[in-house]
């Protein structure tokens, strides 16, 4: 009987043995990153691509990701599928997105021993999804948030062990398995400059084609759309109505709308074609008076030469044909006053630029410098009166939709 009792409480040590290792490891807390979403309406489009590239960048680590929709709510959903407390997170990241295309970033980390600061300062930064084509605003604003969180937290620093299980499920993920693109990680060694270490460092992060600060690394989305050639309206082609004049050395001055379409070609050439109508302002002569009208079309090449996600600045090559109608309006009834048609040609170049207004307005304005090689002429008694003749100098101002 002893000896039954003593094998069976060898047994249950070997058991106790083996089994305490397993359970304290089962019993290791994974950090929590809670993620808050503060809006005043509903939740962005970009919100839960955003939690995924996040999820899928930190679960590599180690790291859970709590998400709560708004900072008064109380139920949060971790990444692993269990739940967690608002109080027991180890960092939080608020989202402020009072504007869809500004959201705000604000990462802290609470203090590991009570009266400490070391780790409960707060980062901010804001980062402009402006300039980045909707399918980026997610990657975009998970790239930034990773990259603060590393920068300012030392548990989001992966570990040599988690690349190398990052490189393996690139290489071969699961069957049914749903992958996201991770960000790229600037180099460890480079030195964050002595301001970003300051508490409540604050940093602007625009997505499009502006440098970013020393030790700053840019978003993905910056390659995809803001930094590419062209990226100045960030759409392939543009719809645009303009208030247009043309002033012409041989006296005749018109002005008129115009309606215009623009398709990029290539990166850094948009190919435009525009239609239009022109009043030609009332000249007075010898005889009486002439006036007219005219509709041009035509056609424009623009070469890109600086662009930027907020502004760019092309070259111009135009050609347009005038099909103007002059009307003579005589002094008296002993002079004959006639009507008549006139086909001409005029071509032009010189600058165009571009403002956005919102991510898919645009403000366009346009000075060039030309000449007619056929020109159309109205007369008074054998003298040119209006005539499309000499320099001549097109101005134009207008709205343009990306499409």
Same mark, same amino acid.
């Not at 999804?129 to 969180?149: I, Q, R, T, Y």
């Not at 990680?185 to 992060?205: F, M, N």
């Not at 090559?317 to 009507?339: C, Q």
């Given at each position: ?48 691509? !955003? ?55 604000? !990462? +802290? ?37 990773? =990259? ?29 398995? =749903? ?32 440098? !970013? ?125 006639? +009507? ?25 304005? =346009? ?28 101005? +134009? ?7």
């Amino acid at each position: 009987m002893r000896r039954a009792l003593r094998r069976a409480f060898v047994a249950a040590l070997l058991l106790v043995a083996l089994a305490a290792p397993r359970l304290g490891h089962a019993t290791d807390a994974r950090p929590v990153v809670r993620v808050v979403l503060v809006t005043s309406g509903d939740s962005p489009t970009w919100f839960d691509g !955003f939690v995924k590239h996040l999820e899928r960048e930190l679960g590599l680590r180690g790291i859970e990701v709590a998400v709560v929709r708004s900072e008064r709510d109380s139920g949060i959903r971790r990444s692993g599928g269990g739940s967690a407390s608002p109080v027991g997170a180890d960092a939080e990241l608020v989202i402020d997105a009072p504007s869809a295309l500004r959201p705000t970033l604000r !990462f +802290s980390v609470p203090p590991r021993d009570e009266g400490s600061t070391s780790e409960g300062a707060g980062r901010v930064r804001q980062v402009n999804l402006a300039g980045v084509p909707a399918d980026g605003w997610s990657l975009a604003l998970a790239v930034a948030a990773d =990259e603060l969180m590393r920068s300012n937290w030392p548990r989001a620093v992966p570990s040599e062990a988690a690349r190398a299980a990052a490189g393996e499920a690139k290489a071969s993920p699961g069957a049914g398995e =749903e992958t996201f693109p991770t960000a790229s990680k600037p180099p460890e060694q480079a030195p964050r400059p002595a301001a970003a270490q300051a508490s409540g460092e604050t940093a602007i992060i625009s997505a499009g084609s502006a440098p !970013f600060g020393e030790g700053e690394t840019s978003a993905a989305a910056g390659e995809q759309g803001a930094r590419s050639p062209g990226a100045g309206s960030g759409f392939r082609s543009t719809l645009g109505a303009a208030a247009a004049g043309e002033v012409f050395a041989g006296g005749q001055t018109q002005v008129g709308p115009d309606v215009r379409w623009a398709i990029r070609a290539v990166p850094r050439l948009e190919v435009e074609i525009r239609g239009g109508w022109r009043r030609i302002v009332r000249r007075d002569t010898t005889n009486g008076a002439v006036a007219g009208s005219a509709f041009v079309a035509g056609g424009a090449l623009k070469l890109l030469v600086l662009g930027g996600a907020r502004a760019n600045l092309s070259f111009v090559g135009r050609a347009d044909l005038l099909r103007a109608a002059y009307s003579g309006e005589a002094r008296n009834g002993t002079i004959d006053a006639t +009507s008549g048609n006139a086909l001409g040609f005029v071509v032009a170049a010189g600058p165009c630029g571009r403002l956005a207004l919102t991510r898919s307005l645009g403000l366009d304005a =346009e000075v060039l410098a030309g000449a007619s090689p056929m020109a159309i002429t109205a007369t008074d008694a054998g003298n040119a009166v209006l005539s499309t003749n000499g320099a001549a100098v097109l101005a +134009s101002l207008g709205l343009s939709l990306g499409l």
